[in-house]
């Protein structure tokens, strides 16, 4: 393991700790986009940036009040089954990693940006059936 790597994965292992033990949930919803700490992940796993690990998602499927469905966002324009372009807010489009789909605790959620258009949701949804059939 490379001396950069090693650091992240320390540094994510403390903030994971902290967001355990002192973090209490927000309140979230099904089409709403939060950034949310998703860590120092492994290989091609879609990670955060910064020091709080951040990264977009989308909530999906919400189960409970702390747990949900999450498809992490990228600003990259990736094309093809495993990704999804939407609009959020009448910002820049952003991609959806749908292959990366992944059960969240709330406690990760750090601050909500917006929600995708109804059309847009329902669209993801759909692409996510077909890809989980």
Not at 22 to 41: M, T
Request: aromatic share 12%; charged share 30%.
């Amino acid at each position: 393991m490379n001396q950069k790597t090693e650091i992240e994965f320390n540094n994510w292992n403390e903030k994971k700790q902290k967001t355990h033990n002192d973090k209490q949930r927000p309140f979230f919803h099904e089409q709403e986009v939060w950034f949310c700490s998703l860590g120092a992940n492994i290989g091609f796993e879609q990670d955060g940036r910064g020091d709080d690990f951040l990264r977009p998602v989308l909530v999906l499927k919400k189960f409970n009040n702390e747990i949900f469905w999450a498809l992490p966002m990228t600003k990259n324009a990736k094309k093809g089954e495993y990704y999804h372009i939407v609009s959020l807010d009448g910002r820049e489009p952003s991609t959806l990693i749908l292959s990366q789909i992944r059960l969240i605790d709330g406690k990760r959620l750090a601050y909500k940006i917006g929600f995708i258009e109804m059309q847009d949701f329902a669209a993801v949804k759909e692409k996510i059936k077909q890809l989980l059939a």
